[in-house]
């Protein structure tokens, strides 16, 4: 009997040094958790006008579609519509576009409104497709609210305004994710 103790005790040994290594490892583990909530609690108090892009592209109710098109490029995903004083009028995406080239679904219920939407043509202005009613974020405001705001409205991107609806700049969910990137390294 004493030869079968005298055997476990290396087994022992072993077991108690790769639990003192699993402890280390998930310590370790809590630790950068922590940090990282840390930092996540602080992303959500920066202010807005840091880290939007105060460099959108901006159209105006009068552009034709040809233009719109024309000025949407890889990185520009959505353009804001606005009136020769900056003020925002409306707000247009890739996908709100892509939607005007989609063909009436077959059974499909035909009003008015539907009707108008498959006579885009070659005339169509901007003002015939923007979402005149955007969802829009303030200048002032922070990224928790920011990000409440986009997770509640699936929107990806937010114009961002003042009291007076001029517009400052363009928050986008790449740009939360570039400084939760910063931040978490």
């Known amino acids: 009997m004493e ?3 005298l055997s476990n005790k290396p087994k022992e040994a072993k077991n108690k040094k790769i639990a003192i290594i699993i402890g280390k490892k998930r310590h370790l583990q809590l630790q950068r958790k922590e940090e990282l909530s840390h930092n996540l609690r602080y992303i959500s108090k920066v202010p807005v006008k840091i880290v939007m892009d105060k460099d959108f592209l901006t159209v105006h ?11 949407f490029t890889s990185e520009e995903t959505s353009a804001i519509v606005v ?7 409306g707000f247009i995406t890739m996908k709100d576009l892509l939607q005007f080239f989609t ?9 008015l409104g539907l009707l108008k ?27 928790g609210h920011a990000i409440k705001l986009m997770v509640e ?21 790449k740009d939360i994710i570039r400084l939760i ?5």
């Open 117 to 143: 939407k498959y006579t885009i043509t070659r005339a169509s202005r901007v003002e015939d497709i923007m979402v005149t009613k955007p969802i829009t974020i303030h200048v002032d405001d922070n990224l």
């Open 181 to 185: 990137r910063l931040v978490a390294l």
């Open 3 to 5: 030869d079968a103790s």
């Open 103 to 111: 063909t009436p679904r077959r059974y499909s219920v035909v009003g």
């Open 153 to 173: 409205t699936g929107k990806h991107h937010l114009p961002v305004v003042d009291s007076e609806k001029k517009v400052h700049g363009l928050l986008e969910v």
């Open 61 to 71: 109710p009068q552009d034709s579609l040809t233009v719109l098109i024309g000025k």
């Open 83 to 89: 009136d020769d004083e900056g003020k925002l009028l």
